[in-house]
Each structure stands twice: as C-alpha cells, then as structure tokens.
C-alpha cells in the first residue's frame, strides 16, 4: 500500500504542494522513503517531469506547526502526507491543521489504520478533506454486496463482520483458481485480476525467483458523513 501510495501520489498529485510529515522514529521515516522512492520512478517514466514538484519532508516535533504553516501555498492544493499510525501524534497533528483551513486549501492522506482511531473529530476528516489509502473497502449500495448480506443473514441469522467479506472473497478468488487451474494456479495470478466484494485482487511478481504479490489498493474519503470510494487507476 505505501509503495502505491507514492504512485499515487505522483500521478494524481504531481503538481500540488505535497508535503510529507512524519516523527522521525524508524517506521515512518521507512515509509517516507518508500513513498519518495516510488513518486521519483514513476515521474522520472512520465512525459511531463520537469513540470512535476517533489513532495518536501517535515520531521514533527511539538513546534512545528509553524514550520508547516510557512511551507503551505495558498494559491495551490496542499496535499499533506502523514505516514503514521500513532493515534496520538495523528490527532494532535490533524487538530492543528484544522485550524489552518481558513487560510489555505488541504487535502491529508494518512493510512487506513486511522479508521480504528476514535478520538478524531468527524468534522476534521470533512475539513481537511482526508483520504485514506486501504487494502479492502465494502460498499454496502453495491448489489452484489446487497446479495451477500441477505444471503448471509438468512442463513447465519447474524449481520456479516469484516471477516465475512474478507473470508469469502479470499476463499471464492483461490478456489476458483484451483478448481479451473489445479494445484500449480499460482502462475495464473498476472491473468487473472477481479474485485470481489470488499477485496481486489491484481497480483505483480516480485522477482524472477520470488513470489506474487497483490498491490491493489482503494482510495477512499469521507464524504456526507460516509465512507467512500475514489473512482481512480493505478
């Protein structure tokens, strides 16, 4: 997810002022790096970038709200990156650029870990127009999804949980894999791309004597006081 984060981020982002803020401690600074990593390749492939502004690292300390506040433009989209999962610097963080919203246009994108945060007013994830980068998303109007429910429901007697749509896609996608390919599917994987009911799945091979991977991934956002999805490709 981070490495399509920075993919993310130089193809849809390229031309904001994007800023990257982070604690300094290991697990941020690694994800910062990958970030980077991957919006310098994929601009470095496209036709256009020398026309593309590289994302500006902020390391957090308590003070350094001004130290943002000097880097933000206002006749730009400040995308602010926050690489984080430190419930606390995130809600502290988030609580701050609010209050700078008056002033400058800000969009924040922070990781899907943020969802289980409890302490983040509703009303900033709507102000500072947060997205998240997610491995799995359920939209509970798609019809499919609506299948599922009332299927699961008459037959459990119980609303399905997270795990319900995870187990299911995960058990539908490889078993269909290994009842058309038999036990060796896995070379099907680079041919075989679908999006199930909560999951995608779009598998690349790592290495030539490594494994698969799948780095699909959704964008989502609160909108309307709802969760939804960003329409994008990758």
């Known amino acids: 997810r981070i490495k399509r984060m ?8 390229r031309n904001d002022n ?3 803020v982070n604690q300094d401690f290991y697990a941020e600074r690694k994800r910062t790096e990958v970030i980077l990593k991957n919006y310098t390749l ?3 492939r496209s036709l256009d970038s020398t026309r593309a502004s590289f994302p500006k690292e902020i390391l957090w300390n308590s003070d350094e709200l001004n130290a943002i506040k000097g880097k933000l433009e206002l006749d730009k989209l400040n995308t602010i ?7 606390a610097f995130v809600t502290q963080l988030l609580t701050m650029l609010n209050s700078l919203t008056e002033d400058f246009q800000i969009k924040v994108i922070g990781l899907g870990a943020w969802q289980k945060f409890d302490n983040i007013e509703v009303e900033y994830l709507h102000q500072l127009n947060v997205h998240f980068i997610v491995s799995e ?3 509970h109007f798609d019809p499919r999804v609506i299948a599922f429910e009332n299927k699961f429901s008459e037959t459990y007697g119980m609303v399905p949980e997270r795990f319900s749509y995870l187990g299911f896609d995960v058990a539908y996608y490889y078993l269909e894999l290994l009842l058309q390919h038999g036990a060796n599917f896995e070379v099907m994987f680079l041919g075989d791309q679908k999006e199930l009911l909560g999951r995608q799945f779009e598998f690349f091979k790592t290495g030539i004597e490594s494994g698969y991977e799948n780095h699909s991934i959704y964008i989502v956002h609160y909108k309307d006081y709802t969760l939804q999805e960003i329409s994008i490709k990758l």
């Open 6 to 13: 920075g993919t993310y981020l130089a193809e849809y982002h």
């Open 42 to 44: 994929f601009v470095e």
């Open 81 to 87: 990156v926050i690489p984080s999962e430190d419930q």
């Open 18 to 20: 994007v800023l990257i």
């Open 137 to 139: 998303y359920v939209d």
